[in-house]
C-alpha cells in the first residue's frame, strides 16, 4: 500500500514538474521578447511603430511603421479561417459521422498526411502551382499576393481542424444520438443539432489551433505572397509579421533594426495570446450559458 502511494506521490510530483516548465518556458520567452523588444518601440515610438505607414529598414532615413504588416496578418489569417474552417468542420462531422469505414480510413490516411508536409513544400507547390494559376485566371502581372496565401493557409490549417473536430465529435456518446432520432429527428438534425452542440468545445479548440498555425506560418506564406510591405490588397505582394522577421533577422546588425524585429515578434507574439484569450472567453461564456 506505501509503494503504490509513494508511486502516485513520484508520478503526481513529475506531472507537476512537467507543468512548471512548460509554464516557466512561456514566461521565459515572454520576458525575453518584452526585453528585447521594448527598446526599438521607446525610441521609435508607440504609435509610430504600429500605425505607421510605412517600413523601409535600409533607407537613410529607416521608416519602421507595420500597420501594412498587421493588417495583413489579420485579413491573411481571417481569409483562411473564413475558407478552412468551414471546409474542415464539414469534412469532420462526414467522417465522424456519415462516412463508410472503408472511405473513413483513406481520408482519415490522407488527412493525417496533409498534416506531416512540411511547410516549405506548400510554399514550393503554392509557387509553381497557384501563383501561375492566379496570374491566368485574373489576368494580373504577378500572382503572389495577399490571394495566393491565404489559399496556401486555408489548405495548412485543415489537418488540425479536421483531426480535432473528428476527434470530438466521435466522443460524444451514443445515447445522445440515441434519444434524438427515437424523437422523431433526423440523422442530418441529429448531427447538427445534439452532436456538433456536446462537441462545440473540441470544435473550438480546433478553431484556436488553426488560428494558431495560420498566424505564425511564415516559410510558406514568404514563398507566395510576395514579401514586399505594401498595405494588403488582394492582388499585391504583402509581407506578414512573421514573415517580415524573418526576411530580414539574418542580415540585420546589431542596433535599431534587429530591436525592431524583435518588437515586431513581440506584437505578434501578444497577439496570438489575445486571440487565444478572447476565444477561450467567448467559449467559457457559451458554456455558462
Not at 40 to 64: H, M, N, Q, T, Y
Not at 76 to 88: E, F, H, K, M, N
Not at 138 to 148: T, V
Request: charged letters at 15%.
Amino acid at each position: 500500500m506505501r509503494t503504490k502511494r509513494a508511486m502516485e506521490d513520484a508520478i503526481h510530483g513529475l506531472f507537476l514538474l512537467l507543468g512548471l516548465v512548460t509554464v516557466g518556458c512561456v514566461l521565459l520567452i515572454t520576458v525575453y521578447l518584452i526585453i528585447s523588444g521594448i527598446p526599438a518601440i521607446r525610441e521609435i515610438g508607440l504609435v509610430d511603430f504600429l500605425f505607421g505607414p510605412e517600413w523601409d529598414s535600409a533607407a537613410a532615413e529607416p521608416k519602421f511603421g507595420i500597420l501594412p504588416f498587421i493588417l495583413t496578418s489579420v485579413y491573411g489569417t481571417a481569409g483562411a479561417i473564413l475558407l478552412g474552417v468551414p471546409i474542415g468542420f464539414m469534412t469532420a462531422v462526414f467522417l465522424a459521422k456519415a462516412a463508410p469505414p472503408k472511405m473513413k480510413a483513406v481520408v482519415s490516411s490522407a488527412v493525417s498526411l496533409l498534416a506531416g508536409i512540411p511547410s516549405v513544400v506548400y510554399g514550393l507547390v503554392g509557387m509553381l502551382v497557384l501563383v501561375p494559376g492566379i496570374r491566368k485566371i485574373f489576368h494580373i502581372p504577378d500572382g503572389s499576393g495577399l490571394l495566393a496565401a491565404i489559399i496556401v493557409l486555408a489548405i495548412m490549417i485543415l489537418p488540425s481542424i479536421i483531426n480535432v473536430s473528428m476527434t470530438a465529435l466521435e466522443a460524444v456518446p451514443r445515447e445522445y444520438e440515441d434519444a434524438s432520432l427515437a424523437l422523431g429527428a433526423t440523422a442530418t438534425e441529429t448531427w447538427f443539432r445534439v452532436s456538433v452542440p456536446a462537441a462545440r468545445s473540441g470544435i473550438a479548440a480546433a478553431v484556436v489551433l488553426g488560428v494558431g498555425r495560420a498566424i505564425g506560418e511564415a516559410m510558406a506564406v514568404m514563398m507566395v505572397s510576395g514579401n514586399v510591405p505594401n498595405m494588403p490588397a488582394l492582388f499585391q505582394s504583402v509581407r506578414f509579421l512573421t514573415t517580415a522577421v524573418a526576411s530580414e533577422m539574418g542580415y540585420a546588425g546589431a542596433g535599431l533594426r534587429r530591436q525592431a524585429l524583435f518588437s515586431i515578434a513581440l506584437v505578434l507574439f501578444l497577439f496570438i495570446m489575445l486571440i487565444n484569450a478572447a476565444l477561450n472567453f467567448f467559449l467559457k461564456r457559451s458554456k455558462e450559458k
